[in-house]
């Protein structure tokens, strides 16, 4: 569906439309994958799934066009107001007017009359686009990151209710959970190694890191197998609050890689989403823990993981790599 939001004049003087187009939008998905081409895979792939079909997320690309041939791009995906932001795109020959200040103008007009909460998104530290984010109010996660988030309200605000005790439910990784494991994995909290099969270390979206993920489990759902990744989500806000994973070690043959995190409200679900998790056979199973992250280390050892090593000061705790952490390595 595509809804008007009016004009902007370009710094040439020229008048152009502005509009955002929610997926699904048959009508609008061939014109939107062509304008976000050069993104290459798994983004194509991505923008064709959310404007082709419905995803159970809240798909908004907001553009500019002349007669309805777009000419730059700005996406939200959400999940109850809680959203990625990204593909800022301006087509080459019309860069340098303004056209993507306007249109992020109104785009977070717009985020914040829908009741939106919080959106984030990667981008080059202190980068030009990274300086024009900032002026829209967001705010680098950390020390020296790429990685910004927006607030309609307080952070602190945000995370009370977003992560507050509520009904579970445990579910194969599908789109919803896209946007809503966001908040947990960029989040402050104990633990680095969050999903080492997942490569994801620190403080980080999971907006690269779960889309190949994504393309899995349709096909693991079509071969009718079982997920490879499953979710714990909070049922009355949406959040993901834990995400259990397994996948093959990328060095050691017939090695299982295995992980589990959780928000710090809901470690003491953790044993049901790693129990659910169904591991192949396998000559050993593997997991790295931080030396120092209490909950996840009593979760496996209880699941029967004995520590057979730790590496020394392995992983920076944050992007600025002022703390450094040990890890231990487990093995069932």
């Known amino acids: 569906m595509y809804q008007q939001l009016g004009s902007i004049k370009l710094k040439s003087g020229e008048e152009v439309e502005a509009g955002v187009v929610r997926g ?27 404007l082709e079909r419905d995803s159970g997320l809240d798909a908004f690309f907001y553009v500019l066009h002349r007669d309805g041939k777009p000419f730059a791009n700005i996406m939200t995906v959400e999940r109850a107001g809680v959203g990625i932001f990204g593909h800022v795109w ?10 993507s200040s306007s249109l992020m103008r109104i785009q977070m007009q717009d985020f914040v009359a829908r009741g939106g909460q919080a959106l984030f998104l990667n981008t080059g530290y202190k980068s030009v686009a990274y300086q024009m984010y900032a002026s829209f109010g967001f705010v680098g996660i ?7 988030a927006y607030y309609t309200k307080t952070p602190a605000a945000f995370e009370a209710a977003y992560f507050a005790q509520g009904p579970l439910e445990i579910q194969p990784l599908a789109w919803p959970h896209w946007s809503a494991s ?13 999903s080492a099969g997942l490569q994801l270390f620190g403080r980080h979206s999971t907006e690269s890191a779960l889309l190949p993920v994504l393309v899995e489990a349709a096909e693991h759902q079509q071969a009718n197998e079982p997920p490879t990744v499953l979710t714990l989500c909070n049922q009355a806000t949406t959040a ?31 044993p049901g989403l790693l129990d659910a998790l169904q591991l192949p056979p396998a000559d050993r199973s593997l997991v790295y823990v931080d030396a120092d992250h209490t909950a996840k280390l009593n979760l496996f ?10 590496l020394p000061k392995w992983i920076a705790s944050d ?12 093995q069932r």
């Open 24 to 50: 699904p939008d048959l009508d609008w998905a061939q014109r939107l994958v062509e304008l976000l081409w050069h993104k290459g895979d798994p983004w194509n792939w991505q923008n064709a799934q959310l």
């Open 90 to 99: 301006t087509q080459p020959t019309d860069r340098q007017q303004g056209a």
């Open 319 to 330: 992007t600025a790599k002022k703390k450094w952490s040990d890890v231990v390595v487990m």
């Open 301 to 310: 050892a209880k699941a029967g993981f004995k520590a057979v090593t730790t």
């Open 240 to 270: 993901v609050v834990g995400l259990a994973a397994w996948s093959w070690h990328p060095l050691w043959p017939d090695t299982c890689l295995v992980d589990c995190y959780c928000h710090p409200n809901y470690w003491q679900h953790a």
């Open 142 to 148: 950390e020390a020296e990151s790429g990685t910004m």
């Open 182 to 194: 966001v908040p947990l994995f960029v989040g402050d909290y104990p633990g680095s190694v969050r």
